[in-house]
């Protein structure tokens, strides 16, 4: 079965400073994909960024970009000029397409992020 | 457009009693997945539909719960009789056909008493 670990339960970092969030997982699969979630205390789950496990090139959205390490089988997240409002926890998911094309997601237990003014 | 919507936002109900959440995808989704979070267990996979057709409930606890997807436009999650070890916060979620990403809903927490 695959497994996604994150090692850092907990992580703070300063206003404008960079912060790098680990993940690892674990798949025979050689078709996959990778995301970063964002929980805010609102609750909501919101897509941070996506990593197709076929492209060698590593995925980035404006602040946010990840390291992409396969043979290792590591995803990391940067966060890069850190704001108050990245504060929330960060899960790390895996997803392989099944034959009918949904993509079943197995998360992370997450890690949380506070950004100290 | 409408993102995942889920009702009710909260709800507490006593031990023993039946419990329904609903869940409307966004329109033109094809899949739809319901998911329990705790924090003892994290964020789990209940059951997923494609073209409203289940596909996968190895992740419902137990027979007390069950879901259902009539059409295309609405989804229940049903617990009939409820416990306590039931509270948490249930989120659904649609997506296109893969590789297209999946939209969560703002969640339901169940607290049963």
């Known amino acids: 079965a695959q497994t996604v670990t994150q090692s850092q339960p907990e992580m703070s970092v300063q206003e404008a400073e960079t912060v790098t969030l680990s993940c690892t997982y674990d798949?025979?699969?050689?078709?996959?994909?990778l995301f970063w979630y964002k929980q805010p205390p609102s609750r909501q789950m919101i897509l941070v960024i996506r990593q197709e496990a076929y492209k060698q090139q590593n995925a980035t959205e404006n602040r946010f970009s990840v390291n992409f390490q396969k043979a290792a089988k590591s995803f990391s997240l940067k966060i890069s000029d850190s704001q108050l409002g990245d504060t929330a926890m960060y899960f790390c998911a895996y997803s392989t397409p099944d034959q009918g094309g949904s993509e079943k997601l197995v998360f992370g237990k997450g890690t949380k992020l506070t950004v100290n003014p | 457009d409408a993102g995942v919507i889920q009702s009710p936002r909260h709800e507490v109900t006593e031990m023993g009693q039946e419990v329904t959440l609903r869940c409307k995808p966004i329109s033109g989704h094809n899949s739809l997945f319901w998911y329990r979070q705790t924090m003892m267990r994290g964020l789990e996979l209940l059951i997923y539909?494609?073209?409203?057709?289940?596909?996968?409930d190895s992740g419902m606890p137990e027979d007390r719960f069950s879901a259902k997807m009539p059409n295309a436009s609405f989804s229940t999650l049903k617990i009939q009789p409820s416990e306590p070890r039931d509270s948490a916060v249930y989120f659904c979620a649609s997506s296109l056909t893969a590789p297209q990403p999946q939209h969560f809903g703002d969640g339901t927490r169940l607290s049963i008493l």
């Open positions: 539909f494609n073209n409203n057709v289940p596909i996968d």
């Open positions: 798949t025979s699969e050689n078709n996959y994909y």
